[in-house]
């Protein structure tokens, strides 16, 4: 299998990063091809909310392109990563879709329902696989919450709370993430990777009510309750964090029988009864195995089991709500 990867900003260069070990881990699958619009992109070093990356890259191996329909005139690609600004995220998922190529694209799905409802439409009739870089599934963290919560080992979730907060927004390609007419801001850009997971652990909720910030960038902070028949459901996000302040993402969730948190600490139990306890977690990173889940997902002709693309619509349309439910000062109703 050959692959491209398109845009080749912050997260492009760390989809470059881990596809080394995605080949180790699925056999005879290669990179050939890097595309961005920017040939600067090829030759400068990214720093993002996840870290100073300042290692030289070796590009010499792959074919450069500036032009997407130039990249695939001249490939023979069975997929390709975007990792684009969010505004193009259907406009190119779907030109590439129709050529036949399975693409997964880097969240939030897109901007508008419309528009990502459009990338299912075009996925089906092309019969290609799409998937959307909601990695937080796949972060060793939150797949042992998802399990604690379906199993109930330590009983029913009575409350729960998510965070992630972030050194404000400075590497983006033309600053488009501080316009919130091309990202969503942080309610949709980087808040949306707790929402996925809500909605992944506990359906859609009935309605959201949230409030946000506006001091920097439209949205840069959002929060937000999320209506539950029987338990209390939170989450924030802020992208306005002075420059010093580490990208910290967070939980906290009492079962009926334990609370477990996660922190720059890592995992901890508490119990009802007894002492506080460490909870070991595999290390390994969400990025790769998202690509391996959608590698495999191509392989066998299915949709994946953790993270269809369907559910990726339905999380926009959930992170959606709650930008219109700060913007009017009401309860939007999802069901
Ligand atoms: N999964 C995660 O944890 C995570 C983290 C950060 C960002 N993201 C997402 O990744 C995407 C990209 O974010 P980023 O931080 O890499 O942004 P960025 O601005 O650093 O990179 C975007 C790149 O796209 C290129 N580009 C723009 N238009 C293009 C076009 N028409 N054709 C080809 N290249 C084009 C730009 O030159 C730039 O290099 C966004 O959707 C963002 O939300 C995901």
Not at 13 to 35: P, S, T, W, Y
Not at 49 to 57: I, W
Not at 164 to 169: E, G, H, L, V, Y
Not at 309 to 316: D, I, N, V
Request: some cysteine.
């Amino acid at each position: 299998m050959n692959f491209a990867i398109i845009g080749f900003g912050g997260l492009g260069k760390l989809h470059f990063r881990c596809a080394g070990e995605v080949a180790n881990r699925v056999k005879d699958v290669k990179l050939v091809a890097i595309c961005d619009i920017d040939e600067q992109a090829f030759h400068t070093q990214t720093s993002t909310n996840l870290g100073n990356v300042d290692d030289e890259l070796d590009l010499s191996e792959y074919h450069l392109y500036t032009c997407v329909d130039e990249l695939l005139k001249n490939e023979r690609l069975d997929f390709v990563i975007t990792a684009l600004p969010t505004y193009i995220h259907e406009e190119i998922a779907v030109k590439v879709m129709k050529h036949g190529i399975n693409v997964f694209s880097e969240k939030p799905m897109a901007l508008t329902l419309e528009q990502g409802e459009h990338m299912l439409q075009v996925a089906k009739e092309s019969q290609v696989k799409l998937m959307i870089g909601q990695c937080v599934r796949y972060f060793p963290e939150y797949a042992m919450l998802k399990n604690l919560i379906d199993s109930k080992k330590y009983g029913k979730v009575i409350r729960a709370d998510f965070i992630r907060i972030s050194p404000n927004i400075t590497w983006s390609w033309q600053d488009w993430m501080l316009d919130g007419a091309k990202s969503g801001g942080a309610a949709l850009d980087m808040h949306v990777h707790d929402v996925d997971f809500i909605q992944w652990a506990f359906g859609v909720p009935k309605a959201v009510t949230s409030v946000a910030t506006n001091h920097k960038t439209e949205h840069e902070s959002i929060s937000t309750v999320y209506h539950y028949d029987d338990m209390l459901v939170t989450g924030t996000g802020d992208w306005g964090m002075p420059g010093c302040f580490p990208f910290t993402p967070g939980f906290t969730v009492r079962f009926e029988k334990a609370t477990v948190v996660m922190s720059a600490a890592g995992v901890k139990l508490y119990p009802e009864e007894g002492e506080p306890s460490d909870i070991e977690v595999q290390v390994v990173s969400g990025y790769i195995e998202e690509i391996v889940d959608f590698i495999q997902c191509i392989r066998e002709d299915r949709e994946s089991k953790i993270n269809p693309p369907e559910a990726s619509c339905c999380t926009l349309k959930i992170a959606l709500a709650e930008k219109q439910s700060a913007d009017t000062n009401q309860t939007v109703y999802l069901s």
